[in-house]
């Protein structure tokens, strides 16, 4: 097992949406809570940027994702609109999470709301060749549904 440590900080004004954190053991993302000054509603097919209150430093082999929470898609509709979002690591502003609502009813983001959730991955260093042409495969460059629907 690895062991890192992210650093966060609580951006000022957010010391009541603290930081983000796992709801159970055995989780493997950490909830990100709304961190809005107002309510903000998303109509049907509306997306906005919401802020989490906080930002943080990782390890060069890390990055976090932000990905949707499922009650909120399977319930309300609402989910993330680049999923996973990516934060690199040499990223250092505000986490922010950008929502959509596929739901057919209006949804409203309070502060405090659970919104989103973070998971760590770790990036390995790749390094990327130019060649002149590719070892040959079985599958060859089928693909987008090419061994049926």
Request: hydrophobic share 40%; aromatic share 6%.
């Amino acid at each position: 097992m690895y062991d890192a440590n992210v650093k966060i900080t609580v951006l000022p004004g957010n010391e009541d949406i603290g930081m983000p954190q796992k709801m159970t053991e055995l989780a493997s993302g950490f909830d990100l809570c709304a961190a809005v000054s107002a309510p903000v509603s998303l109509q049907p097919g509306e997306r906005a940027l919401i802020p989490t209150g906080f930002a943080m430093a990782m390890p060069a082999n890390l990055e976090a994702q932000v990905r949707p929470r499922s009650g909120l898609a399977y319930k309300k509709g609402i989910t993330t609109l680049n999923a996973p979002g990516t934060i690199d690591a040499d990223y250092r502003g505000e986490v922010g999470v950008i929502l959509i609502n596929h739901g057919s009813e209006t949804f409203t983001v309070e502060r405090g709301d659970r919104i989103a959730q973070l998971v760590f991955q770790w990036v390995p260093r790749v390094q990327v060749t130019q060649v002149d042409s590719l070892d040959e495969t079985e599958r060859g460059s089928g693909g987008f549904g090419h061994t049926g629907v």
